[in-house]
């Protein structure tokens, strides 16, 4: 009798739980359309060079966002927007990190300065390929030499080297109106693999050849320079002139692979130098820090994957559709098991620059971007050269953050 019952009582149960089980969100098959890379960089890059050949068409699944009430226009998070400087195209560089990190700075600048100064991402660039060529030596070809790095790269370069205006170093040659690497990045990676395979590990020599392939394709950064009627070394605009203290920055991350409540490396290739500065937290604490921040009046770099169906370069929103995950659902395991299994990678560095609630009261962020993904719309839009992510997005997906220590302060003692 009890056995009957309670068969009875899951038939009963089964069409509401199909109905609380159904999705909402619809997918698609969108074929592959040239946009912005194609249309613009390409061609200036190829007004150097050979023509690509034309990509194959191709159809990719995505999320099919037509019919939604969608918040993708600047106009409604000018509340809460935070001076920055329009957006800066990277090009054909795998440079994200520096060019989102260098925006975050800008502002940065602006907010504890007062001073718009256009700051140069090539400069960075520059020191930490030389850097990459140093550690590749030491580890004996080990180490990952690529374009690819992290936002604390630039406050390491910063350490070291000091900073500069773009307007003084900009890295453009040939009267290119892209940045272009392809070609130098793999001159730099055969001519390390010939070091590797002659086991000639000098490093005087290695730095000096790297520098030389550097100065033909990016001209070389000079050691002083004239900003406003004065004199500078980068070292001294850093210190005197931004007066900006790179230790004074911090970077947050959330992942269980590691400790919480530790100083943990991010364990991914564009951290080649293997930083273990990493604040790593819970997820809940993660969101609590980053929407403090930035409620506070404080922007930030941000890293994680857009290589989503929930991510369109249609509309430029990145959403995290029900037949992925429901919102419910998103917690430390789900975010750790799409890292471990690779569906979130270390894609993409941007700078998070406002926000928003809709009517719901949740979190949507004002995303500037320098890759191509978020120019595939009209040049004159206020949209062109931004992201609009949902708070789910940023929950699941972004992985780490670089932001002022003082939005920490309340955690540090966690730490100790």
């Given at each position: 009798m009890k056995r009957i019952t309670l068969i009875l009582a899951v038939v009963f149960m089964m069409p509401a739980m199909q109905m609380s089980g159904q999705n909402r969100d619809k997918a698609k098959f969108k074929e592959y359309k040239p946009g912005y890379y194609q249309n613009f960089i390409l061609k200036d890059v190829n007004?150097?060079?050979?023509?690509?050949?034309?990509?194959?068409?191709?159809?990719?699944?995505?999320?099919?966002?037509?019919?939604?009430?969608?918040?993708n226009k600047v106009a409604l998070y000018k509340d809460h927007t935070y001076w920055h400087f329009p957006t800066t195209s990277q090009g054909n560089t795998g440079t994200c990190w520096c060019f989102s990190t260098t925006s975050f700075f800008e502002s940065e600048e602006y907010r504890l300065h007062g001073k718009k100064v256009k700051l140069s991402e090539m400069f960075t660039v520059y020191w930490e390929y030389v850097e990459k060529a140093k550690g590749y030596v030491a580890s004996r070809g080990t180490?990952?030499?690529?374009?690819?790095?992290?936002?604390?790269?630039?406050?390491?370069?910063?350490?070291?080297?000091?900073?500069?205006?773009?307007?003084?170093?900009?890295?453009?040659?040939?009267?290119?109106?892209?940045?272009s690497h392809a070609?130098?990045?793999?001159?730099?990676?055969?001519?390390?693999?010939?070091?590797?395979?002659?086991?000639?590990?000098?490093?005087?020599?290695?730095?000096?050849?790297i520098k030389s392939i550097l100065n033909h394709y990016m001209g070389e950064?000079?050691?002083?320079?004239e900003y406003e009627g004065k004199k500078y070394t980068p070292k001294s605009f850093l210190k005197d002139y931004l007066k900006l203290n790179p230790d004074d920055y911090v970077d947050v991350l959330s992942y269980m692979q590691q400790p919480f409540w530790k100083q943990v490396e991010y364990e991914v290739p564009d951290n080649w130098w293997h930083s273990k500065d990493y604040y790593n937290v819970p997820l809940k604490d993660f969101m609590d820090i980053l929407n403090h921040a930035i409620e506070s009046g404080y922007t930030m770099a941000i890293g994680g994957d857009v290589s989503e169906a929930g991510f369109s370069r249609e509309t430029n929103v990145a959403l995290i559709p029900d037949f992925d995950i429901p919102s419910a659902y998103i917690n430390d395991e789900a975010r750790q098991f799409r890292f471990s299994n690779h569906t979130t990678t270390d894609d993409h560095g941007m700078h998070?620059?406002?926000?928003?609630?809709?009517?719901?009261?949740?979190?949507?962020?004002?995303?500037?971007?320098?890759?191509?993904?978020?120019?595939?719309?009209?040049?004159?839009?206020?949209?062109?050269?931004?992201?609009?992510?949902?708070?789910?997005?940023?929950?699941?997906?972004?992985?780490?953050?670089?932001?002022?220590?003082?939005?920490?302060?309340?955690?540090?003692?966690?730490?100790?």
């Open positions: 007004a150097v060079r050979e023509k690509q050949k034309p990509q194959k068409k191709s159809k990719h699944f995505e999320m099919d966002q037509s019919g939604l009430d969608l918040p180490s990952v030499f690529d374009e690819g790095s992290e936002a604390n790269a630039v406050t390491r370069i910063m350490r070291e080297y000091g900073a500069m205006p773009r307007s003084v170093y900009d890295g453009f040659k040939d009267d290119r109106k892209f940045y070609d130098m990045a793999k001159e730099m990676k055969t001519y390390l693999k010939s070091v590797k395979a002659a086991n000639a590990w000098n490093e005087d020599e290695v730095t000096a050849t950064p000079p050691a002083s320079f998070m620059v406002g926000y928003m609630k809709d009517k719901e009261g949740k979190m949507w962020y004002l995303i500037k971007d320098s890759s191509s993904g978020s120019r595939n719309i009209d040049p004159k839009s206020p949209e062109f050269g931004y992201y609009f992510f949902s708070e789910d997005y940023v929950k699941l997906k972004m992985m780490d953050f670089m932001v002022h220590k003082d939005m920490l302060k309340k955690y540090l003692k966690k730490f100790k």
